[in-house]
């Protein structure tokens, strides 16, 4: 069965930066774009941005332009979000999702705490 | 951008009644919504996509319908599963905005 499982909660200080790993299993990698979705607490889904990862080609919304990295190793089928200069703002639980929004990993949690 | 408004934001229900949210975009987005549920502490589940097109597994009692800006959820018979938060997402361009969620709460 499809899974996406991610990395375990982090914690960092202000400016620093986290970087979320997505494992996919159960389908072809390379088939379906990687979508990155956050929310804080008791908040809404903000959609961040996506990748291809058989091109490695991305799109970010523009609030996260410049700060937000999203990138694939294919030979371990593992998506990449690397989130910089981070600020408390930014304390949120982090997803990736396929293409579609059917499969959904189990979430991040980011805490950017000084 | 594309804004996705969502209504009402909240609302109060009894098992067996007929629920609906209603999500209007702010530009024609012709059948690109998708409608999840999310439940506390969990991930999004999608429960419709393409506006009216059903995801396998999800009851029947969860119908979608609209294009272009206009764009309804509906739940024929509440269940007490069925308490939760919902959103609609656009995507017809990206940014992939979502609406900012209707809560379902048990009156």
């Known amino acids: 069965q499809v899974q996406l499982v991610q990395s375990g909660a982090e914690v960092k200080k202000p400016g620093a930066s986290v970087k979320v790993s997505c494992k996919a299993s159960g389908y072809t990698f390379t088939s379906y774009d990687i979508n990155w979705v956050r929310q804080a607490t008791g908040q809404g889904l903000e959609w961040m941005g996506w990748m291809n990862p058989n091109s490695g080609n991305t799109g970010y919304a523009q609030k996260f332009q410049g700060r937000v990295t999203m990138t694939r190793n294919t030979s371990i089928s593992t998506a990449y979000m690397e989130l910089s200069s981070l600020r408390s703002e930014d304390t949120a639980v982090y997803y990736c999702a396929s293409s579609g929004g059917v499969h959904w990993g189990q979430g991040t949690l980011v805490t950017v705490s000084s | 951008d594309i804004q996705m408004t969502q209504s009402p934001s909240s609302v109060s229900a009894s098992v067996g009644d007929r629920v609906t949210i209603t999500c209007r975009a702010s530009?024609?987005?012709?059948?690109?919504l998708a409608w999840y549920q999310q439940k506390p502490g969990k991930a999004p589940k999608l429960l419709i996509y393409a506006a009216s097109s059903l995801q396998s597994g999800v009851p029947s009692r969860f119908s979608g319908s609209g294009s272009g800006t206009d764009f309804t959820l509906t739940i024929s018979s509440l269940q007490p599963e069925d308490f939760a938060t919902y959103y609609c997402q656009q995507a017809n361009s990206f940014p992939h905005t979502f609406g900012q969620g209707t809560k379902v709460e048990i009156k």
């Open positions: 530009q024609g987005i012709s059948s690109w």
